[in-house]
């Protein structure tokens, strides 16, 4: 063992060596393999970042949403229908939410109005009081004690003091959001005191949702009914789908990356191949030169991929992504500012080696063979 | 179609690899119909060059399946999130017909790419190359595997749905339905273990043997694939039992799963090794030694079967650790 161990350091050695003698060319090849690996690699941590956040925003989401429908459409949903949902059995903390969305036009952006939740007391409000996300105070330089004014749609005008902005932890939902009171939230959109944008519910066993959602669908046909696990999933389809979607545009890049190396290491320099012949006429044989070649693949291939790799981390967690977010996660005037939270696992990095090294091996073996197997008399000759 | 990014990496996989075993049995049958190393031919000598391309292009194709089937289970357990009513890879598999083919058909090739790894090391140590035509026969077999590996890999992809209704482990591994995994659920844990131990005991004694004697090394090959089984069937009836501290909860799929710190890589790894270097070892043994290769050959087989009876021991002690250490009491 230790004798197979040497010659693969002697290899090593040699193949390092070689590497260096030519470096102009190979650092263009390992720059532009590193770029690919840069590029792929940002947008799987990426995708899997954004991913994880979506699932940790929707673990405080509520168990089903009920929303009405009209002629295929979304409708207001009604007190009375409320009522009626109570009788289902395992349902609890049912409520009707106010919640809505306001392009402002001198910001060019739009607010989602809400009003808080009963049972938030830490966000209760008073009629003149509103409190804000973080995105909208920065667009509209407000802090607490300042005053809000908004014009709706109908030229209704609100005014309300900031009680506080929201905190850029939870930026991810609420950076577009303005909380007021339910008084002013009717009055502003001139909504009947009856009426409600949609319902939300509690389940008390959590594998009961379905079961719940589906009594509830009986009480009242004309909901519709959206539980919590249904949005998760859809979250992570779109995702991965989002992800998927750009590496299978990317699949270009991979191609012509390997055609690129294949090329690369199919046009030998006249001094390269005289090489070849003097070390197979000192005794090399042909297998010692496959491995000879495979070890400089293996070191650009995996020097270039750890460098891609690590800038592609530092690119998404440190960054924020800048060259691919707009993509993955969809654009606004009030998008979130958000720190992603640095996770790696096993599965990205192999994908990422599986998707790149793979394509650069298979594109080089063959031209390593033709190399590794001339006839020391004709290429020194 | 999903188009999640580890689908990808595998199709990929699945079709450069099977893309070359393809194209080196195409070699191979005109390898065997040509080849004779007495003769000083240039389509001879031109065979004799294309071997060395053939033989690193299926090395790496062969590494490629290997830690594809790893990727496979792994991205399945990942994908499970997708799907309504999965929970592990079980649901995942399960989620479309061609699931729980293609990850058999992976493990069935996984097995014979050992078998031609091993084959090819060895061959490789003697002068004149002896076992070339059993190594290129083997491969032409092997061939409709990968080609049906890779199609059933890529069917199970396009199959996959994300409104898909499946099934959870806790469905598959009940002692109460006529499939084998139920047959395995239902073993009685004590015998399951007293089958493990004892089994461990006959592996050990089939290694020594097979150590000094070459005849026992095919029978030591059926010992191994005969553990292999024993300890899968251990797995589900009560290893598993005692990782997760519960009576009832038998899959051998959700050992993977980060909840229980990725324990099965560490349960499955040296298993998986054990059984192949067992099984193969077993099979060369059946192959009549060349004289080119009368030290050679072996010597290699007989550090086979010790790294074998190593990697059992291996799997064999992680699972006793998982035992000792669980707060399950199973056997009084």
């Known amino acids: 063992m230790s004798g197979w161990w040497a010659r693969q350091r002697y290899l090593l050695d040699y193949a390092s060596a070689s590497l260096w003698r030519r470096k102009g060319r190979n650092l263009v090849l390992w720059a532009i393999f590193a770029a690919l690996v840069f590029i792929l690699g940002s947008v799987i941590l990426f995708g899997s970042a954004i991913r994880r956040e979506a699932a940790l925003v929707l673990r405080d989401a509520p168990d089903v949403v009920a929303q009405a429908m009209r002629m295929g459409r979304h409708d207001m949903a009604l007190a009375s229908d409320i009522a009626k949902l109570k009788s289902v059995r395992g349902a609890d903390r049912i409520e009707g939410r106010l919640w809505g969305y306001l392009y402002d036009t001198s910001t060019d952006a739009n607010y989602t109005l809400q009003t808080p ?10 009629k003149g009081e509103a409190i804000v996300g973080e995105g909208v105070a920065r667009l509209r330089k407000l802090s607490e004690g300042k005053h809000l004014f908004l014009v709706s749609p109908a030229g209704r005008l609100l005014k309300a003091k900031v009680k506080k902005v929201l905190s850029p932890e939870s930026a991810l939902v609420s950076s577009d959001l303005v909380l007021v009171s339910a008084e002013d939230f009717r009055a502003f959109f001139e909504l009947a005191p009856d009426q409600f944008t949609d319902i939300a519910m509690r389940v008390r066993n959590p594998s009961e949702v379905g079961t719940v959602s589906g009594k509830g669908a009986l009480a009242l046909p004309h909901y519709r009914f959206i539980t919590r696990a249904n949005m998760a999933r859809t979250y992570e389809a779109l995702f991965s789908w989002r992800e998927g979607l750009l590496l299978a545009i990317a699949t270009g890049a991979i191609l012509a990356f390997a055609i690129l190396a294949f090329d690369k290491a199919s046009g030998l320099s006249a001094q390269e191949r005289r090489e070849i012949g003097i070390l197979k006429a000192i005794g090399w044989e042909t297998s010692d030169i496959i491995r000879m070649k495979l070890w400089e693949a293996g070191l650009i291939s995996v020097s270039a991929f750890v460098a891609g790799m690590t800038l592609a981390y530092l690119h998404v967690f440190a960054m924020s992504a800048p060259l691919i977010e707009t993509v993955l996660k969809g654009w606004s005037t009030l998008y979130p500012r958000f720190a992603l939270t640095p996770h790696v696992d096993a599965l990205q990095v192999t994908t990422l080696a599986f998707l790149t090294l793979l394509p650069y091996i298979a594109a080089v073996l063959a031209p390593i063979w033709r190399t590794a197997s001339a006839d020391p008399d004709r290429v020194m000759r | 179609m999903i188009l999640h990014p580890p689908i990808l990496a595998l199709t990929l996989a699945a079709l450069v690899s099977a893309g070359a075993l393809v194209a080196a049995s195409a070699f191979a049958v005109r390898l065997l119909g040509r080849w004779n190393l007495a003769s000083g031919a240039q389509s001879q000598i031109d065979l004799e060059k294309r071997t060395y391309l053939v033989a690193v292009a299926l090395r790496f194709a062969m590494a490629v399946e290997i830690a594809a089937l790893v990727l496979f289970v792994f991205n399945a357990d990942r994908m499970s999130a997708m799907f309504v009513g999965a929970m592990c890879a079980v649901g995942a598999l399960n989620a479309s017909v061609y699931g729980f083919p293609a990850l058999f058909a992976k493990i069935a090739l996984f097995f014979g790419a050992s078998l031609w ?121 009560a290893i598993s039992l005692y990782v997760y501290e519960h009576p009832h909860h038998h899959c051998p799929f959700c050992l993977l799963k980060r909840e229980y710190s990725y324990f099965g890589f560490l349960l499955y790894a ?13 099979a060369l043994g059946l192959v009549r030694t060349p004289a080119s290769l009368a030290h050679a050959m072996p010597a290699i087989l007989r550090r086979m079967v010790v790294l074998s009876a190593l990697g059992f021991a291996g799997f064999v002690l992680v699972a006793t650790w998982a035992i000792a250490r669980s707060g399950l009491i199973l056997t009084g």
Do not use: N
Request: proline fraction near 5%; glycine fraction near 10%; include cysteine.
């Open chain 1, 117 to 126: 939740s009963a049972h938030a007391p830490d966000l209760a409000l008073q």
């Open chain 2, 117 to 237: 790894l091993a084959a090819d090391i060895v061959d490789a140590r003697g002068r004149d190359y002896p076992l070339t035509r059993w190594k290129y026969g083997l491969l032409i077999a092997l061939a409709p595997l990968a080609l049906a590996e890779a199609g059933l890999t890529i069917a199970y992809f396009l199959d996959l749905k994300a409104d898909t209704l499946t099934s959870c482990c806790g469905k598959l591994f009940t002692s109460d339905r006529p499939t084998i995994a139920s047959e395995m659920a239902g073993l009685d844990p004590r015998m399951a273990l007293g089958m493990l131990y004892g089994g461990f005991g006959v592996v050990l004694a089939g290694a020594a043997l097979a150590r000094r004697s070459a005849r026992a090394r095919p029978l030591y090959g059926v010992v191994s694939l005969a553990f292999f089984a024993v300890a899968l069937a251990a797995v589900v009836s």
């Open chain 2, 270 to 282: 040296p298993l998986f090794a054990g059984a192949a270097l067992g099984a193969s070892a077993g």
